[in-house]
């Protein structure tokens, strides 16, 4: 029975994630500003990282829990580097 309430949640998380993915396209496509662009890109990393996760959690592998730590850092480091350009027009000094 818990696994079977298991596989529902994770069927369940998979699919509103997919959801928030599709509002955040939406929004990356219709953004007035560029600041709403990236934060929609940021909202997506997460999300994506999520589904990996979630991914992971349904197989059992940790293969997928690796990609998620590998999506999170280089979302990180984007996000970072396109908040900087959006301050100053330069990401590197």
């Known amino acids: 029975m818990s696994a079977a309430i298991l596989v ?40 994506a990282m999520l589904l990996v996760l979630t991914m992971g ?14 999506i999170a850092t280089i979302g990180f480091v984007s996000s970072i580097a396109l908040a900087k350009f959006l301050m100053r027009g330069e990401v590197i000094e």
Do not use: H, K, N
Not at 14 to 21: D, P, R, S, T
Not at 57 to 70: H, K, P
């Open 57 to 70: 959690i349904r197989t059992g592998s940790s293969l997928y829990f690796e990609a998620a730590l590998a």
């Open 8 to 47: 529902w949640s994770i069927t369940i998380a998979q699919a509103m994630l997919v959801i928030a993915m599709a509002c955040y396209t939406y929004r990356l496509a219709r953004g007035p500003r560029a600041q709403d662009r990236v934060l929609c890109l940021d909202a997506m990393y997460v999300c």
